[in-house]
């Protein structure tokens, strides 16, 4: 193939539900591809499976690859929320080219490429039954094949449902693919494929031909369980005579279970939709679907968009499956969000919390925009997804402690020395002014005053503060409730001991 030839590649989601995250690698790598090699990124709608359509699942499908930064250049798209088409190759939308397929199906039919199927499910069914009692790979037995002109259309005026499928000619098939080499394939082992199927819709294996070809898709990714159906589409190519247009064929590893099986959409949550909901980051999910099945060959792991756009290379894509590690995920969350601004996380926070009972109770002063990028700076290491905001300091959002002497006290220390310990710290706040009242400052003051016996000092601070057994430093809480809400805690607390 040409290689300067136009790079156009196309993502064909099924309307089907929601989008996979496998369906978003392939999008992504489609994305990637086509932006490393200034082409262009089509999006079509494959919705002839009729029986499995879903309303509204486009535009969802839609919605989340604009979420996660696939911007489709052709082809469907959503344009003030409602799905259009841009483009000179249209309609992208199968359904809509019913008789483009009938065309091309009627000319393998002329050429005596194709044929006319009768043969109903239980016909087929019991030819399927006893194949396998012969233990031979089940293969329709070609009955149809033989029909005269005459016999089909007199089946076809008397109503008889049918199918057409495609003639599978002898010899071997071989193409090339990006990632698994040279794949060789004797025909004889290829059944004859429906192309047409009983309600005027073409199978999947004829439109994608069909599709590409009009298209001018240069390149076609996709799953490595259409490796098995590629010999039949580069025969359909070679029957159509387009083999010199047909695009090259990259077929990627699937993605696996942490038991290196296939992951499976019943595998809890595996859709885009879900882990948005769970409140991970889109430059996490992208960052780690990309690295599932391509490897840079380099340290790095942390990636922007842009960066994988510059490093993506087909060379670089494995054999092997990636698996779908959450922890892994979690680590590359975590990692973005140490990124980003704490305006950014509190945007995109913001939805989460509010649907928490913990901010919903809260006082008005402590839901404000300042207030709460506090929260966020002190937590910003620790957080994996933008839900967890708050969720393991909710003492942030009250405006009393619940105290207890017990906790109050480090280790071993009497109430006395626990006592002065807080009043210590008191007098020292008290005279720290609304000004210095900094994170940094505090931290510098407490650590300075807490010498060398810093839980003595510390914990019953923080605990006074949090009236929690684990919880950020004292001066980190400190910091976010301010100076009022500190001193008025540290004085309930060395009430408890009077």
């Known amino acids: ?174 193409f090339t ?39 001018k898709i240069s390149h076609i990714f996709r799953g490595m369980e259409w490796l098995a159906s590629t010999p039949k589409h580069v025969l359909l190519f070679g029957a159509f005579g387009w083999t010199d247009e047909m695009p090259e064929f990259c077929h990627m590893a699937n993605i696996l279970n942490k038991n290196k099986k296939k992951l499976s959409k019943r595998e809890g949550s595996v859709s885009v939709a879900d882990f948005r909901a769970e409140g991970y980051p889109k430059e996490a999910i992208i960052n780690f679907i990309a690295l599932l099945g391509w490897n840079p060959k380099t340290q790095q792991e942390i990636f922007t968009m842009q960066e994988l756009i510059e490093q993506f290379d087909t060379a670089k894509m494995n054999k092997a499956g990636g698996v779908f590690d959450l922890d892994r995920l979690a680590w590359m969350s975590k990692e973005h969000i140490k990124k980003m601004s704490v305006q950014k996380i509190y945007k995109e926070s913001l939805p989460f919390l509010q649907q928490k009972d913990y901010y919903k109770n809260a006082p008005e002063e402590n839901k404000t925009e300042d207030y709460i990028t506090k929260i966020i700076a002190v937590e910003q290491d620790r957080l994996e997804n933008f839900a967890m905001v708050g969720q393991d300091n909710q003492f942030f959002f009250k405006d009393s402690v619940k105290l207890d002497k017990e906790l109050l006290r480090w280790k071993d220390n009497t109430d006395e020395q626990t006592k002065t310990a807080l009043e210590k710290a008191y007098t020292i706040l008290s005279d720290v002014s609304e000004e210095n009242w900094t994170r940094e400052n505090l931290e510098k003051i407490l650590m300075d005053a807490a010498g060398d016996k810093r839980g003595d000092f510390l914990w019953p601070l923080r605990a006074a503060l949090t009236g929690e057994k684990r919880s950020p430093s004292p001066f980190d809480c400190a910091w976010v409730i301010g100076k009022e809400k500190t001193i008025s805690y540290i004085s309930d607390a060395i009430a408890t001991f009077e």
Not at 144 to 167: M, N, P
Not at 198 to 207: N, Q, R, V
């Open 1 to 174: 193939m040409n290689n300067k030839k136009e790079v156009r590649v196309r993502f064909a989601p099924s309307p089907t539900g929601e989008l996979h995250i496998g369906s978003l690698r392939t999008a992504l790598t489609d994305f990637l591809f086509a932006k490393k090699n200034d082409g262009t990124f089509i999006l079509r709608a494959e919705d002839t499976d009729r029986k499995r359509f879903v309303e509204g699942a486009t535009e969802r499908q839609l919605r989340d690859l604009a979420w996660a930064g696939v911007t489709v250049d052709e082809g469907v798209v959503l344009k003030d929320d409602k799905i259009t088409e841009v483009g000179d190759f249209g309609p992208y939308t199968q359904s809509n080219r019913k008789e483009i397929y009938a065309k091309y199906v009627q000319q393998l039919i002329d050429e005596e490429k194709a044929y006319y199927c009768f043969c109903d499910a239980d016909r087929l069914q019991k030819m399927r039954e006893a194949q396998q009692a012969q233990k031979i790979a089940p293969k329709y037995d070609r009955k149809c094949l033989d029909l005269s002109k005459e016999e089909v259309e007199g089946k076809i005026q008397a109503g008889k449902d049918y199918v057409v499928r495609f003639k599978i000619p002898e010899g071997k098939t071989v």
């Open 177 to 215: 693919d990006l990632v698994y080499g040279k794949i060789e394939v004797d025909n004889s082992t290829l059944d004859d494929l429906i192309i047409m199927k009983s309600d005027g819709f073409p199978t999947y294996h004829l439109a994608v031909v069909v599709d590409d070809y009009l298209m």
